[in-house]
């Protein structure tokens, strides 16, 4: 018998604090041995990775796919493709956007019921925090809800069903049950009365360009937002998240809460720290987002934030939507195009090609994307670069760069605010728990390879 099922050869691997030529054994979805040279007859097969780096697998942990219901924004077959291609092995969905939304264990297993067979990469579920479902909590987590999500500013959106934003009793109480649980909470930390309140006023003067939007949730809201969020975990001893935070006087704020004791964590997405509201004029919706992209001061604070160790994970917050969603015209302003970037595809490219322009070792973006995501979220088998870890990698050529052109997504709906941006590098395979789902050559080769992964205890 064959003492591996794949040995990878040759590649640069990225493990946690170096990064060293080696080969790469796998047997039975796991990483079992890394050595200068295995013997490829040991091997059941072999794959060729001179040239490249291998990395862990991106672990995104804030994604909207949206089933059921809203597939046609985009389903589990779709946005796994364009995370596959991205280099990412797993996902994190959030319950906002389905019919119903995930805030019942009932919804959350037919949402899994749905994505069983169809995701190219492994991934969890986010469960759901809104009035009237504090008492679903217990059984949401016992359903396999890897964390809970609340918004302190309205989501959007026109379903009956749709989700809704936590007043203060219900964050307050929400966050109590779920300390007894031994959960986590993620927030969208922006204080919706400012937010609502200088939209209304603009738009009633006429000023509704993508510059009045970004005036319209300034930084005071979501540091308003953070400060009660932190405030509240500190009184219930909740764990607590920052999903895409904009600003570094927010993340200085999270910090100084951790020195205090609070178990918080910060995330921010690569559009903060590539983008600025000046692009977000020039490209259009394709760029809009909440909170909204920021100044060139605040995106290079935010570089400098990160590089000192005050942002825990990267996310993508890949939020699609229909095209026309994203279109202006007629009785339509930028306030009115939907609010959400679709970038899936290229958060590891982006990340990698910028933070190494930047600086930043290889290790330290790896464990932005993999292993702080993984430790965090309770997936003690993935995340990095070991012996007995899920056998999740990307190959990445750091010597390729290319444009990015529509017609290379593999999301349902080809806006992104990334297109005929040249990134400096690129993913060549992904693999998950050993098996290729994803070639440059031949696009995705096991779409519904994916398994649904649970936080351990």
């Known amino acids: 018998?064959?003492?591996?099922?794949?040995?990878?050869?040759?590649?640069?691997?990225?493990?946690?604090?170096?990064?060293?030529?080696?080969?790469?054994?796998?047997?039975?979805?796991?990483?079992?041995?890394?050595?200068?040279?295995?013997?490829?007859?040991?091997?059941?097969?072999?794959?060729?990775?001179?040239?490249?780096?291998?990395?862990?697998?991106?672990?995104?942990?804030?994604?909207?796919?949206?089933?059921?219901?809203?597939?046609?924004?985009?389903?589990?077959?779709?946005g796994s493709a364009a995370l596959a291609a991205g280099g990412c092995t797993t996902y994190l969905d959030m319950p906002l956007n389905g019919i119903p939304p995930a805030v019942t264990a009932d919804a959350l297993r037919k949402k899994a019921g749905l994505a069983r067979g169809r995701s190219a990469v492994d991934y969890a579920f986010w469960g759901g925090l809104m009035p009237g479902h504090v008492r679903d909590l217990p059984e949401l987590a016992a359903a396999g809800a890897v964390a809970f999500k609340a918004f302190m500013s309205e989501p959007g959106g026109e379903e009956a069903e749709r989700f809704r934003a936590v007043d203060d009793w219900t964050l307050y109480e929400g966050m109590a049950r779920i300390a007894e649980l031994g959960g986590l909470l993620a927030v969208h930390a922006e204080n919706d009365a400012i937010?609502?309140?200088?939209?209304?006023?603009?738009?009633?003067?006429?000023?509704?360009?993508?510059?009045?939007?970004a005036a319209s949730r300034p930084p005071e809201a979501e540091l308003e937002a953070v400060h009660r969020a932190l405030f509240f975990a500190e009184r219930t001893g909740c764990r607590v998240h920052f999903v895409h935070v904009s600003t570094a006087d927010a993340l200085l704020m999270i910090d100084a809460a951790k020195r205090r004791g609070v178990d918080a964590s910060a995330e921010t997405c690569p559009h903060y720290l590539l983008l600025t509201e000046a692009d977000m004029e020039r490209i259009g919706p394709a760029a809009k987002c909440a909170p909204p992209l920021r100044g060139e001061a605040e995106r290079e604070r935010m570089w400098r934030m990160l590089a000192e160790g005050y942002v825990d994970l990267i996310a993508s917050d890949h939020s699609p939507c229909p095209d026309e969603w994203k279109q202006l015209g007629p009785g339509r302003t930028f306030f009115d195009a939907w609010g959400g970037i679709a970038?899936?595809?290229?958060?590891?490219?982006?990340?990698?090609?910028?933070?190494?322009?930047?600086?930043?070792?290889?290790?330290?973006?790896?464990?932005?994307?993999?292993?702080?995501?993984?430790?965090?979220?309770?997936?003690?088998?993935?995340?990095?670069?070991?012996?007995?870890?899920?056998?999740?990698?990307?190959?990445?050529?750091?010597?390729?760069?290319?444009?990015?052109?529509?017609?290379?997504?593999?999301?349902?709906?080809?806006?992104?605010?990334?297109?005929?941006?040249?990134?400096?590098?690129?993913?060549?395979?992904?693999?998950v728990r050993?098996?290729?789902?994803?070639?440059?050559?031949?696009?995705?080769?096991?779409?519904?390879?994916?398994v649904q992964v649970r936080p351990s205890a």
């Open 1 to 78: 018998m064959k003492r591996f099922d794949l040995i990878l050869r040759g590649g640069m691997v990225v493990l946690p604090d170096a990064v060293r030529r080696l080969d790469i054994g796998v047997r039975d979805g796991k990483i079992a041995e890394l050595a200068e040279e295995l013997d490829p007859g040991d091997a059941a097969a072999s794959a060729d990775a001179r040239g490249c780096h291998v990395l862990p697998g991106m672990i995104d942990a804030h994604v909207h796919l949206n089933e059921p219901g809203n597939g046609h924004w985009e389903g589990f077959e779709t």
């Open 195 to 213: 937010t609502s309140g200088l939209a209304a006023r603009l738009k009633a003067a006429g000023c509704v360009s993508a510059r009045d939007y």
């Open 434 to 450: 050993g098996r290729r789902v994803y070639a440059e050559d031949r696009g995705i080769t096991e779409s519904g390879h994916g």
């Open 343 to 431: 970038a899936a595809q290229s958060s590891l490219e982006l990340m990698v090609s910028e933070g190494v322009r930047r600086g930043l070792t290889l290790p330290a973006i790896a464990g932005l994307l993999a292993e702080r995501p993984a430790r965090r979220f309770g997936l003690s088998t993935k995340g990095k670069i070991a012996e007995g870890f899920d056998a999740d990698f990307a190959v990445v050529d750091l010597n390729r760069s290319y444009v990015l052109m529509r017609e290379q997504l593999l999301q349902r709906h080809k806006h992104s605010p990334y297109a005929g941006r040249t990134i400096g590098c690129k993913v060549k395979e992904t693999y």
